[in-house]
């Protein structure tokens, strides 16, 4: 991706990019994540996300609901809606965790 | 939000960070965004990359069709929805184009 990207840009390609690590290898099933690695997906990448938020048990749920064509393949599609998902009902969590982290640093910053 | 979060949780966060700062200032219309501003931040926040794609039109076009409850704001569900509709039928090519740059820097590296 060319230089100049915006933030925004470049976290909608990390999360592109992190949706092709996951991947299916087997040629029959092209650009989508099996069910069972999307599920290890949650655990390695947004593990501290699900943990502070005691939101997992609605991640699998989700999981569960999701799979709209039901071949148990998640498309990119599926995948984005699925992490829109799991954000939405904590979005103000995160903002508000975000903010007193940044104040925590600059208390930090200030104290040293 | 801690330290240690993973790539992708922070992308996540720059995606939450970016609904709020374009969030409706209008007491009467918490946490939505209004069309113009949505079409504002479109082109502030995701101009390289709906340049590059020609997928202007499309995010026009899919705009529009959105705001499921027709309020004319948009809610953090219908920002992710929407974000999404514009990269899922780009993912391809947002992967191809990083690959690419990813190999021109390689072989500047190489050559310096």
Request: proline share 1%; charged share 25%.
């Amino acid at each position: 991706m060319a230089d100049g990207y915006t933030e925004l840009e470049k976290a909608v390609v990390v999360l592109v990019e992190n949706f092709y690590k996951y991947v299916s290898k087997h040629s029959l099933v092209k650009n989508k994540i099996s069910k069972g690695s999307f599920r290890k997906m949650l655990q390695k990448e947004l593990n501290h996300m699900l943990t502070d938020t005691g939101n997992r048990k609605a991640a699998d749920k989700l999981i569960q609901s999701l799979d709209a064509n039901h071949d148990g393949r998640i498309s990119f599609d599926e995948y984005w809606t699925l992490i829109g998902g799991i954000t939405g009902p904590i979005a103000g969590l995160i903002r508000q965790q975000d903010r007193q982290s940044l104040i925590r640093q600059q208390d930090q910053q200030n104290s040293s």
